[in-house]
């Protein structure tokens, strides 16, 4: 099946349902049995819906459709994607082990390393994302996770995923990537050597920033221990909200190549402004990342960052305080667009990110390209004191 069709019919039998097209939304906690052999042979693995927490067919609904949509083996939901990224890495990890993170990582998935990991004793080391087959040298003995995101959030390196996973694979690691970014429609992470592909499904996946939504999609290796440290956890994701998701990714196949379009259209105007200092959007060619983009993905999503040449407080304020469409706020992957001022300087312990100006992160939503281009031409101006 082609990428279209499984977002149209991954995770559905209607006929199971009435007809319905789509999967109902069971709110259930008491599952009943019919007989006491029934209630006592429940805890079967064969047996799917036993209890609320762990499972109705509307939750499996969704875990279908994204093990679907990457090719994986089996897929765990969670409360949130930083939810999602905690419990991939807590399925893994004891005390005494250590981890290394790429320092382009997630900054909520780099405060979790430092404040809940460490006090397990785990210990966390980060790598350039740019390292390749060179994270080899930093493997050691008790290295059992490496996590990659790629492009990285706020500053968008892209990351040799297969090279990484060959060498850490070749240590005894678990390859873990927050592939957020592409919404697993443009990178395919398991084929490309990660054993574990996380998303904040809060983004591209719901499409329409008001639910939050995690997922894990694991492959055949690591499914079974995912699946029950997260039931051990008691996590849950809450049935409206995966209804939602599910909604959001059937549309995902029309969403996302808009999204690619009109980024790069936004990208290649803000490439040419005299205020701007660099863009990072591994899908323009003078992107350091784009022969691995290349090779690796088949898109881009909307989301990508630029470097001002001042770093004027003030004037940078005038800009933003004075946009029409773009909002100012975290989250992203809706059909509204987006910029704020990050600090990635502040995310940094490996390697240093060194900016001429301010950065900025910048989501390109569904509007007309042209009106997003005239709101920041506007934006320019106030940035010019004009
Ligand atoms: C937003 C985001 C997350 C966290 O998702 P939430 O659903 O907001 O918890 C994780 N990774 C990346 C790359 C994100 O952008």
């Not at 991954?10 to 007989?35: C, E, M, Q």
């Amino acid at each position: 099946m082609k990428e279209d069709t499984k977002l149209a019919h991954a995770g559905r039998d209607p006929h199971a349902h009435h007809g319905a097209v789509n999967t109902p939304v069971y709110h259930a906690s008491t599952i009943l049995f019919k007989t006491m052999e029934q209630f006592v042979g429940r805890s079967a693995p064969e047996v799917r819906i036993k209890y609320g927490l762990r499972g109705t067919p509307t939750s499996f609904a969704l875990e279908d459709a994204l093990t679907a949509l990457e090719g994986g083996h089996g897929t765990v939901l969670a409360p949130s994607g930083l939810q999602a990224i905690t419990m991939a890495l807590m399925a893994f990890l004891k005390s005494g082990d250590h981890v290394l993170v790429t320092d382009s990582t997630y900054a909520p998935t780099r405060n979790f390393c430092k404040n809940v990991l460490a006090d397990f004793g785990v210990e966390t080391e980060y790598y350039d994302p740019t390292i390749g087959s060179g994270i080899a040298r930093l493997m050691r003995p008790n290295t059992r996770i490496v996590w990659t995101e790629a492009p990285g959030s706020q500053t968008f390196e892209m990351q040799d995923i297969p090279a990484i996973a060959a060498a850490a694979h070749s240590a005894g690691a678990v390859v873990m990537i927050d592939n957020t970014w592409s919404g697993g429609y443009y990178f395919k992470a398991l084929q490309h050597g990660a054993d574990i592909s996380v998303h904040a499904a809060t983004k591209y996946v719901v499409g329409h920033s008001d639910v939050m939504m995690g997922a894990i999609v694991c492959n055949e290796k690591t499914y079974d221990r995912v699946k029950t440290r997260a039931g051990q956890f008691g996590n849950f994701a809450a049935p409206d909200d995966i209804y939602l998701t599910l909604r959001g990714f059937r549309t995902m196949g029309v969403r996302l190549p808009r999204h690619f379009e009109s980024g790069l259209k936004v990208a290649n105007w803000l490439l040419a402004r005299p205020e701007v200092a660099q863009v990072m959007h591994p899908a323009l060619p003078g992107d350091p990342g784009h022969a691995i983009w290349k090779r690796d993905f088949t898109g881009a999503s909307s989301l990508f960052g630029f470097v001002l040449k001042t770093k004027d407080r003030p004037r940078v304020a005038a800009m933003l305080d004075g946009m029409k469409l773009f909002g100012m706020g975290a989250s992203w992957g809706g059909f509204e667009s987006l910029l704020i001022p990050t600090w990635p300087e502040t995310n940094r312990t490996a390697t240093k990110w060194q900016a001429e100006g301010q950065t900025m992160r910048i989501h390109i939503g569904l509007e007309d390209p042209e009106d997003l281009i005239a709101d920041l031409d506007a934006g320019f101006a106030r940035l010019n004191g004009k």
